[in-house]
């Protein structure tokens, strides 16, 4: 992702807050559908596949986070 110049990197890190709200199977759907496929390299569409997996973390860094 650092690789990336900083206008691409903020439209994928968009489109990864965006695809974090959907449920797995239609996330995948949007990164494979040709909107995508015709904004973002597939490159940048792998990485957004690998960053919704990750965990968010919380706002604050952690420390004062509720427990589930």
Do not use: C, H, W
Not at 12 to 31: F, G, K, S
Not at 35 to 52: I, V
């Amino acid at each position: 992702m650092r690789q990336l110049p900083p206008d691409r990197r903020r439209m994928v890190m968009t489109a990864v807050r965006y695809l974090r709200n959907m449920p797995p199977d239609q996330r995948e759907a949007v990164i494979n559908s040709e909107r995508f496929k015709s904004m973002f390299s597939d490159q940048e569409r792998d990485m957004m596949r690998g960053a919704t997996r990750l965990p968010l973390a919380p706002a604050d860094g952690g420390e004062n986070a509720p427990q589930p």
